[in-house]
């Protein structure tokens, strides 16, 4: 399972083996699964791919001694309006932090899922992929979504959340790590030093300047 706070996920996890333990069998044929997530949200299972497992799964391969070592399934969890990943329609964040396992790797969509380091092509021209990011905890957790891209006069990276700052809750992080859970964020690839966007409740992006007096002051 992939894509929430991890101490939800894992508590998701345990109910499903409470289930399977209580003599309900988990069935992969996307049939949806209830009584697991909150507000009657169901979950598909879907079987994981072979090829996927030396990515995810190397500690398996390792102690089996054998591949595929047993098989493994993804738990797919849906949007607000219960559509899952493969609907196109669906929303950003379910599509984006979840990867598609159930697709052979050469099938799947070029993203961070299949390849952390190189992402073809790599959106961000003037940042490479270990750039470093400010961003805030609430992001990284997946508490908040991005609600706002700021690109400093001097070229670094700011994804925000609209909520106060402080410095516990300040964050950074890799760019590619952040583009990988957030793939639309390719749209703001080509973003000038000085521009911002913020994300309008209507679910459209404003772009503007920045304030010239955030401007650092030059030598001189």
């Known amino acids: 399972m992939f894509g929430l706070l991890l101490p939800d996920m894992q508590n998701w996890i345990n109910k499903i083996g409470d289930q399977i333990r209580d ?5 992969s044929d996307e049939r949806p699964l209830h009584g697991i ?23 398996a391969l390792r102690f089996y001694r054998h591949h595929p070592p047993l098989p493994i399934v993804q738990v797919v969890w849906p949007d607000q309006d219960g559509r899952f990943p493969w609907d196109e329609h669906a929303g950003v964040n379910c599509r984006a932090n979840q990867p598609q396992l159930w697709l052979p790797p050469d099938q799947h969509a070029p993203s961070l899922w299949r390849e952390l380091e190189s992402i073809t092509p790599w959106p961000f021209p003037d940042s ?16 908040q979504p991005i609600r706002g891209v700021v690109r400093d006069h001097d070229g670094a ?64």
């Open 23 to 27: 003599g309900q069998p988990l069935h």
């Open 37 to 59: 997530l909150p507000g009657g949200y169901p979950l598909i299972i879907k079987p994981v791919h072979p090829g996927w497992y030396p990515f995810y799964f190397g500690t």
């Open 128 to 143: 490479p992929v270990r750039t470093q990011v400010y961003t805030t905890t609430r992001i990284i957790d997946g508490q």
């Open 157 to 220: 990276w700011q994804f925000l959340d609209g909520l106060d700052t402080t410095g516990q809750s300040i964050a950074i992080a890799h760019l590619h790590h952040v583009y990988a859970q957030h793939p639309y964020l390719a749209q703001f690839a080509t973003l000038a030093p000085g521009r911002q966007a913020w994300l309008s409740t209507d679910g459209t992006w404003t772009l503007s300047d920045l304030d010239p007096e955030d401007k650092p002051a030059e030598d001189g």
